[in-house]
C-alpha cells in the first residue's frame, strides 16, 4: 500500500519535472514576449533594448522599462473593485503620456473590464499632459472622463496612471542627480 | 457496450453537464463566452482522456484503500503537465481561464470517470470513455458559453452583430444559473431518454 502510494508519486513527480524542464524556456520566452509587446505598444516606435530597472516611492516598489532616447513605461497598480488593476504607462521624454495598457486586471465583465476595451476610455490618456491636465475621475475635480457605471475602475486606473507619472518624475530626478555628479 | 456508443454515450445520455451534473464550478464559472467555454471543454477532455488511460492501466495493482489518492495524484499531474504547457504555448488561453486550470483537478467529472468507469474497463474503452464525456463537455459548455455571449454581450465567439452591451447579467453568475437552468430543463425535456 505504502510502496504503491510511493511509487506513484515518484513517478508523477518525475513526469512534472521533465514537463517543467522543457517548458520552462518557452514560458520564460513568452512572458518576454508579451512585455515587449506591452513596451511597443505604451512608447513610440524605437529602435534598441529596453532596459528593466525598479524604483522605491514612499513603500511601493515600482518596475520600469527605460529606452534611451524614447521615454520611460511604468508598470503601476491600483486597487479596482475587484481587485488591482495593473496597468503600464508609456511616457516619453518630454513627460507627456504616450498611450497606457492593461497588463491584467479582474474587474466585473461588462462594466469595470471595459477599462480594457472601451476605446473612448483609454485613448484620453493618449497624449496627456500631466502637468496641465489632474489624473482624477471628474467626480473627484480631476480630467478624466470615468467609464459609465464604473467610477471604482475608472478611479484605479487614473490613480495607476497618476502614480506612474510620479515614478517617472522620481526616475528623471535621480537621474539628474546623477548627471551632475 | 459497442465502441461508438461509449463515446456517443457522453453526447446525451451521460452527458456530464445535463444529464449527470457534475463539474458544475467551471461550468458556471469560464463559460462567459462561447470560447472560453469551448477552451475550458478541450482542456478538461485533455486531462479526462489521459487520466482514464493511465488509471485503467494501474488500477489492477493499485490497493483498494489507497486508491482515491493515487488517482488524485495520477490526475492532479496531468492537469500540471497541461498548466505548464498552455503558459508555454497559449498563453493567451492560459491568461483567460487561468485558475479554472488548476481546479481540473478537483473537477467530478474527472475523478468520477476515473472511479466509476476506468477501473474497471480496458485502456481502449476508458480512452473512448473520457473522449465520449469529454466531447460531451466541451458541447454543454459551449452551447451555455454561446447563449451568455448572445444574451450578454450581443456576440458569437467574438463577433458582434448588436452595437452595445447586451443584458449585463449574463455575463455575470446570475446568468451562468438562469442560463444553466434553461438549457438542463430543454435538454431534460426534448433529449433525454426517460
Known amino acids: 500500500m505504502v510502496l504503491c502510494l510511493s511509487a506513484v508519486c515518484l513517478v508523477c513527480s518525475a513526469v512534472l519535472g ?30 534598441g533594448d529596453a532596459v528593466p530597472g ?40 518630454s513627460g507627456i503620456i504616450h498611450n497606457t495598457e ?33 489624473l482624477a475621475v471628474r467626480k473627484d475635480g480631476g480630467d478624466v472622463d470615468a467609464i459609465t457605471a464604473s467610477t471604482i475602475t475608472s478611479r484605479a486606473y487614473a490613480l495607476a496612471v497618476s502614480n506612474a507619472v510620479e515614478v517617472y518624475r522620481t526616475i528623471v530626478a535621480d537621474e539628474g542627480g546623477q548627471d551632475n555628479e | 457496450m459497442s465502441k461508438l456508443s461509449l463515446i456517443t454515450k457522453g453526447f446525451v445520455k451521460d452527458n456530464p453537464t445535463f444529464s449527470l451534473v457534475l463539474g458544475m464550478c467551471p461550468t458556471l464559472a469560464t463559460t462567459t463566452s462561447a470560447m472560453n467555454g469551448l477552451e475550458m471543454g478541450l482542456a478538461t477532455m485533455f486531462v479526462l482522456i489521459l487520466s482514464n488511460i493511465v488509471i485503467s492501466l494501474v488500477a489492477p495493482v493499485v490497493p483498494d484503500k489507497v486508491r482515491i489518492p493515487v488517482y488524485i495524484v495520477i490526475i492532479a499531474t496531468f492537469v500540471t503537465v497541461l498548466q505548464l504547457l498552455m503558459q508555454a504555448y497559449v498563453p493567451a488561453v492560459y491568461e483567460t481561464l487561468g485558475l479554472f486550470i488548476p481546479l481540473i483537478v478537483v473537477n467530478c467529472i474527472v475523478l468520477g470517470r476515473a ?36 444574451l450578454g454581450s450581443g456576440s458569437v465567439f467574438g463577433w458582434k452583430f448588436i ?32
Open chain 1, 18 to 47: 521533465v514537463a517543467y524542464a522543457v517548458t520552462a524556456e518557452p514560458i520564460a520566452q513568452a512572458q518576454v514576449a508579451k512585455t515587449n509587446a506591452s513596451i511597443a505598444k505604451v512608447l513610440p516606435p524605437f529602435e
Open chain 1, 54 to 93: 525598479s524604483v522605491k516611492l514612499g513603500d511601493v516598489e515600482y518596475d520600469y522599462y527605460k529606452v534611451e532616447g524614447t521615454g520611460y513605461a511604468v508598470i503601476s497598480a491600483a486597487n479596482g473593485f475587484s481587485g488591482p488593476v495593473t496597468v503600464m504607462v508609456g511616457i516619453d521624454c
Open chain 1, 102 to 134: 492593461v497588463l491584467s486586471q479582474s474587474e466585473t465583465p461588462g462594466l469595470g473590464a471595459k477599462c480594457q476595451t472601451d476605446e473612448n476610455f483609454i485613448n484620453q490618456f493618449k497624449g496627456w499632459d500631466p502637468a496641465s491636465k489632474t
Open chain 2, 115 to 150: 472511479e466509476a468507469f476506468a477501473n474497471k474497463n480496458s485502456v481502449v474503452d476508458s480512452a473512448l470513455d473520457g473522449l465520449g464525456i469529454g466531447i460531451g463537455f466541451t458541447m454543454s459548455l459551449t452551447v451555455i458559453g454561446i447563449v451568455r455571449e448572445i
Open chain 2, 163 to 194: 452595437a452595445g452591451d447586451g443584458i449585463l447579467a449574463f455575463v455575470m453568475a446570475p446568468g451562468a444559473f438562469l442560463v444553466l437552468g434553461y438549457l438542463m430543463v430543454l435538454f431534460n425535456k426534448f433529449l433525454a431518454k426517460k
